[in-house]
């Protein structure tokens, strides 16, 4: 991906109504986020040529009617009327950062111009995440029965092993997850705005699986978040400063066969995306970056993708986050918006937006006194996608 680096920017970013339950169709939330990505770009609907989303439901076993439980791009293509549109793309791994990659190469390979991406998140009535169901497939069959049907149980099998091998504890852990919501009290945006926690709090919380509790898992929202992505020669005139896409790649993938995820599988698939990033964008490393947006759908994940990536050597992630080193203030902010934790389960936007506004300078209250390069991730070590943006052509 070096041909590219900095040929594309990021120009609009955009959010719908962000809630537990909204009391809009998904599909509604997911133009209202569009529309507004596009006029934070000074662009209209005419000039969107292109489209890529990431339209998995929500949850395990959640259902595909598209505008309730998934938005695809023949849904946006059609309620949007993009007659415009050469290229379109729809992708089953990464998220939202994925999305973004596979535009980025879309635009500078000239397939198309102006690219419109987003990923909308469905909270269903009930009780999220639980398995009802009688019957099971493929490796489900080997692990469902034994209580390993949700990602909370398959996640906390792999983090009580890090724990085990590393010394790292819960109150380790206590540091990031306060930060984070923290961090989302001062985001209007964020579902936890003004909501922060304190470490007892934090400590106290129900647990799921442990060592997952309530506080390790974000929040199940109804909303969408969503940018437009454009040349680098466009972007300049347009009405905010560009984010350019110095570099970025998409993957993550089990390499054991057991149907259970163990740790080490999951640390060399979050390495394998690393060494894949860094190689396309020579004289770059972590200590480069002025901040961090890393995904944490669960809060273990900050763990193995911060040591991939070169923050910190592996074992040492939990010791990395402590003594204020990722506040707003500290030598390395991690997810200034709240990430996940903070605003909800948006698969990678409260990341990727946030990484926008920040190198644009719109951050508000949350704004960091450097803010001009920066990595941001999606997804689990397991699917994902991760970019460096910038400010500047560098």
């Not at 609907?45 to 929500?58: F, K, L, Q, R, T």
Request: hydrophobic fraction near 45%; proline fraction near 4%.
């Amino acid at each position: 991906m070096s041909h590219i680096r900095n040929q594309v920017a990021i120009v609009g970013v955009g959010y719908s109504d962000l809630a537990p339950h909204a009391g809009k169709s998904l599909g509604t939330l997911a133009i209202d986020a569009c529309r507004t990505a596009i006029a934070d770009a000074g662009l209209s609907v005419d000039d969107i040529d292109g489209i890529s989303n990431y339209p998995n439901a929500s949850r395990i076993g959640g259902g595909e009617q598209d505008g309730v439980d998934i938005v695809s791009v023949k849904y946006i293509a059609q309620a949007l009327a993009l007659r415009q549109l050469s290229w379109s793309c729809s992708i089953t791994s990464g998220t939202v950062v994925a999305s973004l990659v596979h535009a980025v190469n879309a635009v500078a390979s000239g397939a198309c111009n102006t690219v419109l991406v987003w990923r909308g998140m469905f909270s269903p009535p009930g009780k999220f995440g639980s398995f009802r169901s009688t019957h099971v497939a493929g490796d489900a069959q080997f692990t469902a029965p034994y209580g390993f049907a949700s990602n909370v149980m398959i996640f906390a099998f792999a983090y009580a092993r890090y724990m085990a091998v590393y010394g790292a504890t819960r109150e380790h852990m206590a540091t990031y997850v306060v930060n984070a919501r923290n961090n989302a009290s001062i985001n209007p945006q964020a579902v936890f705005h003004g909501k922060p926690i304190s470490r007892q709090d934090y400590m106290n919380a129900r647990m799921i699986a442990n060592p997952l509790s309530l506080l390790d898992c974000d929040r199940p929202v109804d909303g969408c978040g969503a940018l437009v992505v454009t040349t680098a020669e466009r972007a300049r005139y347009l009405q905010h400063r560009p984010a350019y896409v110095v570099g970025g790649t998409a993957g993550g993938f089990k390499f054991s066969h057991s149907p259970v995820l163990d740790l080490e599988s999951c640390m060399e698939a979050a390495q394998v995306v690393a060494r894949a990033l860094w190689k396309n964008i020579p004289g770059l490393t972590a200590g480069d970056m002025d901040f961090a947006n890393i995904y944490d759908g669960f809060s273990f994940f900050i763990y193995p993708w911060l040591e991939a990536f070169g923050f910190c050597k592996q074992g040492e992630a939990f010791a990395y986050i402590q003594d204020g080193r990722i506040a707003r203030d500290g030598a390395m902010p991690l997810n200034p918006s709240g990430g996940a934790i903070g605003m909800g389960r948006l698969h990678g936007s409260p990341q990727l937006i946030e990484a926008v506004l920040q190198l644009q300078g719109r951050a508000g209250a949350r704004q960091l006194k450097k803010a001009d390069v920066t990595l941001v991730n999606s997804g689990s070590p397991l699917g994902t996608g991760a970019v460096v943006l910038s400010n500047e052509a560098i």
